[in-house]
């Protein structure tokens, strides 16, 4: 980060005091402005109407109103922010409902201090945290409709007919799914970035899509990419 660059505003949802001491001080420790904490959900959504983060890490376990309804909460209220689940498991069923609600990701709470500080760039940036296995799996389990319990995805936000799409749009959308970056979809359509960047615009201009974590989740759930494909959802991670 250059100065000239503003510094990232993080707020940290997470019932646990050492858990948020612990990612404050990493966060700060690399020029991160932490500038709010929150011990609950309600506080979190609390805190997302009157801080106006750039990005929130929001543990999905917590009391008086858990990350998930939180995550729904915050995003409604400021489309701007970007919401990085927290999880102590590396398949809980709450995570892909969390995606499909909105939240650019998640991360599990050993994370190296190095890939947090990465992760909350990359999701400031409009990325999706998809990588590595952990997110595969979990997306091929939920999206292949697998039973499970935990709540069901609800987006009612995103347009899932895809008959608006022209038939490249569709083809970079599959490609998406898979979790492939813009520069690895140049690469495989022989384009340009500049024109792969116009195609996924317009991908999530017509779609009503946040970010790329939801076209991963609506890749697989309108059948565009099917569970077990090469590649899919190996998405570049920090």
Do not use: W
């Given at each position: 980060?250059?100065?000239?660059?503003?510094?990232?505003?993080?707020?940290?949802?997470?019932?646990?005091?050492?858990?948020?001491?612990?990612?404050?001080?990493?966060?700060?420790?690399?020029?991160?402005?932490?500038?709010?904490?929150?011990?609950?959900?309600?506080?979190?959504?609390?805190?997302?109407?009157?801080?106006?983060?750039?990005?929130?890490?929001?543990?999905?376990?917590?009391?008086?109103?858990?990350?998930?309804?939180a995550t729904?909460?915050?995003?409604?209220?400021?489309?701007?922010?970007r919401v990085?689940?927290?999880?102590?498991?590396?398949?809980?069923?709450?995570?892909?409902?969390?995606?499909?609600?909105?939240?650019?990701?998640?991360?599990?709470?050993?994370?190296?201090?190095?890939?947090?500080?990465?992760?909350?760039?990359?999701?400031?940036?409009?990325?999706?945290?998809?990588?590595?296995?952990?997110?595969?799996?979990?997306?091929?389990?939920?999206?292949?409709?697998?039973?499970?319990?935990?709540?069901?995805?609800?987006?009612?936000?995103?347009?899932?007919?895809?008959?608006?799409?022209?038939?490249?749009?569709?083809?970079?959308l599959a490609?998406?799914?898979?979790?492939?970056?813009?520069?690895?979809?140049?690469?495989?359509?022989?384009?340009?970035?500049?024109?792969?960047?116009?195609?996924?615009?317009?991908?999530?201009?017509?779609?009503?899509?946040?970010?790329?974590?939801?076209?991963?989740?609506?890749?697989?759930?309108?059948?565009?990419?099917?569970?077990?494909?090469?590649?899919?959802?190996?998405?570049?991670?920090?």
């Amino acid at each position: 980060m250059t100065s000239a660059e503003p510094r990232l505003r993080v707020v940290i949802a997470d019932d646990q005091e050492l858990v948020r001491t612990g990612f404050r001080m990493i966060l700060t420790a690399r020029g991160i402005e932490v500038v709010g904490e929150a011990g609950n959900g309600r506080e979190a959504v609390t805190l997302g109407g009157r801080l106006r983060p750039d990005v929130m890490l929001m543990d999905i376990r917590m009391p008086v109103m858990d990350g998930l309804e939180a995550t729904r909460r915050v995003l409604a209220q400021d489309a701007n922010c970007r919401v990085i689940m927290l999880t102590t498991f590396d398949l809980d069923q709450y995570v892909y409902a969390a995606l499909a609600a909105g939240a650019s990701g998640f991360l599990l709470k050993d994370v190296t201090s190095d890939f947090l500080a990465t992760a909350v760039h990359l999701v400031s940036r409009g990325d999706a945290l998809l990588a590595p296995s952990i997110t595969r799996r979990l997306v091929e389990r939920f999206a292949a409709g697998d039973p499970a319990p935990g709540p069901k995805p609800d987006v009612p936000s995103v347009h899932r007919d895809l008959g608006t799409l022209t038939p490249r749009e569709r083809e970079v959308l599959a490609l998406l799914g898979r979790g492939l970056s813009n520069a690895e979809l140049a690469a495989e359509l022989t384009l340009s970035e500049a024109t792969v960047k116009t195609h996924v615009a317009r991908i999530f201009s017509k779609l009503g899509l946040r970010d790329r974590a939801q076209a991963v989740v609506l890749a697989y759930e309108t059948g565009l990419v099917s569970p077990g494909e090469p590649g899919a959802t190996q998405a570049p991670g920090p």
